[in-house]
């Protein structure tokens, strides 16, 4: 069974700090891994993306990719209380590029 | 534009009903999903069309039928379901072309009574 590993949470940080989120994945053979961001009753929304091992920034967020540690990262710059959301970490798996998810890190942004 | 319709946003039904969710896309995109999420767990994959064909059924029950009308439509026929399939069901697509993203729709919230 292919898993994906992220820490539950919550991850507690303040206004304005740096926010990272971690998440390991089993699947050797996964090409592209992405991020998703969940608000509570809401569907998830794709923040970012990373295919190439790396570094990928965009905005406040920037994606790392470390395929020979099988490890993916999140970090979020200035975190805001806006992004309080559960950070859902997802890699494709298998045929028609099947998305293996993550448990969810629940952020929480403090004032 | 990302955005992937869904209807409807909430749906009560008993045991007995027959109803459908639809999801649409005008991305033109090839290959639409289904999913149901329990709360506070991930999304779970129960379907995958590609080319309006279906190429993945994770072992779901039959009491939930999936239709693709056409490239832009998918449906989930939902009959004779059980209190524990109460969710939210997600529908998304993915382009067939460049990128592997997929983008989720907003979800109909399913309670079963």
Redesign the interface.
């Known amino acids: 069974q292919k898993e994906v590993e992220q820490n539950s949470g919550p991850l507690s940080v303040p206004e304005g700090a740096i926010a990272s989120l971690n998440c390991t994945y089993s699947d050797r053979g996964s ?2 891994f ?1 991020w ?1 961001r969940q608000y509570s009753g ?5 923040i970012m ?1 990373i ?1 190439s091992n790396g570094d990928k920034e965009d905005g406040r967020f920037t994606a790392q990719l470390n395929k020979a540690s099988q490890y993916v990262s999140l970090l979020i710059r200035d975190s805001q209380p806006s992004d309080s959301a559960t950070y ?1 970490c997802a890699v ?1 798996s298998g ?5 293996i ?4 890190t629940r952020l929480a942004v403090h004032p | 534009d ?1 955005e992937v319709t869904q209807t409807p946003k909430h749906l009560v039904m008993g045991m007995t009903n027959k109803k459908s969710l639809k999801c649409e896309q005008h991305m033109g995109h090839r ?1 639409m999903y289904w999913y149901k999420q329990k709360a506070k ?5 129960m379907f ?1 069309y ?1 080319y309006e064909k279906l ?2 059924n994770e072992s779901v029950p039959s009491r939930f039928s999936p239709e693709c009308p056409n490239s832009s439509l998918l449906n989930l026929h939902l009959h004779a379901l059980q209190p524990e399939d109460s969710a ?1 069901y ?1 529908c998304a697509s ?1 382009g067939a072309s460049g ?9 109909t919230r399913l309670t079963v009574l």
């Open positions: 090409q592209s992405f998703y809401k569907s998830p929304e794709l993306f295919y859902l494709t045929g028609y590029n099947k998305l998810f993550g448990a969810g | 990302t290959a767990k991930p999304p779970e994959l995958v590609s190429s993945i939210l997600l993915r990128g592997n993203e997929q983008f989720f729709g907003p979800g």
